[in-house]
C-alpha cells in the first residue's frame, strides 16, 4: 500500500495529492462484538499508547490530509495505530 500510494502521488502530481491513513485496531461495532477484555490486553502488548482507536483518532488523520496545512504532502501514509501493531500473536 505504501508503494502504491507514492507511485501514485509521483503519477499524479502535481495536480493532485495522494496520500493515506493506516489505522490500528479502531473501537467499532465489529470489534465490540469479539473483543473481550483478553484479546484487548494481547492487542496492546506492543501499543506505547496503551488504548485501542476511535473513529475520531483515524478522521483526524484524514482532516489533516484534507487541510491546507498539509499542501506539500504527498505520497505519505500515517499510521493511526498508537505507536505500535495490535497483533493477538
Partial sequence: MNHMVANLAHDFGPEVRI???????????????????EIEEKM?????????????????????????????VSGQTIFVNGGGVQTLE
Avoid at 24 to 37: C, N
Avoid at 46 to 70: C, N, Q, V
Fill in 44 to 72: 496492546l502488548a506492543h501499543t506505547p499508547i496503551k488504548r485501542l482507536g476511535y473513529a475520531e483518532d483515524i478522521a483526524g488523520a484524514m482532516l489533516y490530509f484534507a487541510s491546507p496545512i498539509s499542501e506539500w
Fill in 19 to 37: 496520500n493515506a491513513v493506516g489505522p490500528g485496531a479502531t473501537r467499532t461495532a465489529a470489534l465490540e462484538s469479539v473483543l473481550t477484555p
